[in-house]
């Protein structure tokens, strides 16, 4: 059994309105980001509040609200409410750079397995989650598909970006054949 190391990349985005979230959606969409490599964070009462998308195609807006209805816990604090996020793949990333945890235990740097302070970046995050909004993250496979993505997320939200590029080791089990 070897480690390897698998590079993620993530962007996220805060959104305190449906339309610019759903706006942003579209246009990742548009440039090959399926639902699958998109998330949405936030407590239950927003993502609520940000309900499904009004378009045209009744079968694209049901794919589009699974991003707000197809949810599971991200983290619980009694005190300020439960975070759901997307359930799926990049849940699972998101909890590479800000690990599902109180709140107040991201109060200090903690660089483990991904180098990243996480004292700062994931306290506004979560500063946001709080207020209200909901937190878009897409996943990129290459730097020039997160540049992309960053660009939509620039052009759709007046909040918050944050890109964060992190390498965490998975075993590998060789199949003998």
């Not at 509040?49 to 009004?54: A, E, I, Q």
């Not at 306290?123 to 496979?141: P, Q, R, T, W």
């Not at 290459?142 to 960053?150: F, G, L, M, R």
Request: contains cysteine; proline residues 5%.
């Amino acid at each position: 059994m070897t480690k390897e190391a698998i590079r993620h990349r993530l962007s996220m985005a805060v959104f305190y309105e449906p339309g610019p979230l759903w706006a942003a959606v579209i246009e990742l969409q548009s440039c090959g980001f399926g639902i699958d490599r998109q998330c949405c964070a936030g407590l239950a009462e927003s993502l609520m509040n940000f309900g499904s998308p009004r378009l045209e195609s009744c079968e694209r807006s049901e794919q589009l609200s699974m991003l707000v209805h197809g949810v599971e816990p991200y983290s619980s604090n009694c005190e300020l409410g439960n975070i759901l996020a997307t359930s799926g793949r990049v849940l699972a990333l998101l909890a590479g750079v800000c690990p599902a945890r109180e709140t107040a235990a991201l109060t200090r740097t903690d660089e483990g397995e991904t180098g990243l302070p996480l004292n700062g970046s994931c306290k506004n995050l979560l500063h946001h989650i709080y207020a209200g909004a909901v937190l878009l993250i897409v996943s990129a496979e290459t730097p020039d598909q997160q540049i992309a993505s960053s660009h939509v997320l620039l052009r759709n939200s007046r909040n918050e970006i944050q890109t964060f590029e992190y390498t965490r080791p998975v075993t590998f089990h060789p199949r003998w054949d």
